[in-house]
């Protein structure tokens, strides 16, 4: 059910104020449609590792094969699931406010797939392989071509493929990076979905709009690093407070 009570006449008149919306998503966004957040994906046979041992360029380096099939799971997971409500919800909000940009710490694509076509990924996407040598993209057709796992990649001799999205030490895709850094300083709004806000640099965007003079807003279930400087805090969840929202906008 919608929770209109999530969001007050004063909050609302401030969004509907807005003219520059940024939105920062993380894993809660994606909850709704039963996607396990990166730790919860060491489950069962995957249990016994730890992300480090898993997600870092050294772990691919030394058990190439290992990291690929986790990927691959993963990859499969999000395959078997869709958007959820809440994606569908910025996706009509992108409709009413053609300027809203979504920057997303997320890896699978869901708010494209929801519709949305401002979206900057600031971690990359799980379903696009890269070569690890050169940074050059495999297409489907090349990653095929071999039952080898992971497959070779055809541009550097000792290139594999590799999912395309920032491991722990690695860095952020400069351009998305510089981008989400120029769009934080300059929204008049930032509203931040289902991140924890620890992770750097993504966590040092609602800061930023808000030292800029934006309004930071926060939707999440449960208290997080970000919350004791947001202006207002939402307390649900995205499939259900952003349905609300478009609904309270709409009325
Ligand atoms: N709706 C909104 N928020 C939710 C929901 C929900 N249904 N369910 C959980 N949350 C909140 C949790 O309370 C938590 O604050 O989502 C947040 C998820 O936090 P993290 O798992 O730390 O995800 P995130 O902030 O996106 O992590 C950042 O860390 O693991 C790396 O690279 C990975 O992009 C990821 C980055």
Same mark, same amino acid.
């Given at each position: ?5 999530? =969001? ?45 041992? $898993? ?8 058990? !190439?094969?290992?990291?690929?099939? =986790? ?16 994606? @569908? ?7 009413? =406010? ?12 869901? @708010? ?10 600031? @971690? ?25 796992? !992971? !497959? ?7 290139? $594999? ?5 920032? =491991? ?59 919350? !004791? @400087? ?22």
């Amino acid at each position: 059910m919608n929770d209109l009570s999530a =969001w007050p006449g004063e909050v609302l008149e401030k969004i509907q104020a807005a003219q520059r919306p940024l939105i920062l998503s993380g894993a809660g966004m994606s909850a709704e449609s039963g996607i396990p957040t990166f730790r919860d994906a060491l489950t069962g046979h995957w249990a016994r590792y730890r992300p480090e041992e $898993l997600a870092t360029p050294e772990a691919f380096a030394q058990h !190439p094969r290992r990291v690929w099939n =986790w990927y691959e799971e993963r990859r499969r997971a999000i395959r078997a699931t869709r958007p959820n409500v809440g994606h @569908h919800a910025l996706a009509a909000l992108e409709r009413r =406010w053609p300027t809203l940009v979504i920057v997303t710490q997320n890896v699978d694509g869901f @708010h494209q797939l929801a519709g949305s076509s401002s979206v900057i990924e600031l @971690h990359g996407n799980i379903q696009r392989s890269v070569c690890s040598i050169t940074g050059e993209r495999l297409s489907d057709e090349q990653l095929l071509a071999s039952d080898q796992k !992971p !497959p070779p990649s055809p541009y550097a001799r000792e290139g $594999l493929a590799r999912p395309d999205v920032v =491991w722990f030490g690695e860095a952020l895709p400069a351009a998305a990076l510089e981008r989400a850094l120029s769009l934080a300083s300059r929204c008049d709004l930032l509203l931040a979905i289902g991140t924890s806000g620890v992770v750097q640099p993504a966590a040092s965007l609602p800061l930023l709009a808000r030292d800029a003079g934006a309004l930071f807003l926060e939707l999440n279930p449960e208290a997080t690093a970000l919350s !004791p @400087h947001a202006q207002h805090v939402v307390r649900s969840t995205a499939a259900v407070a952003l349905p609300a929202l478009v609904e309270r906008l709409a009325a």
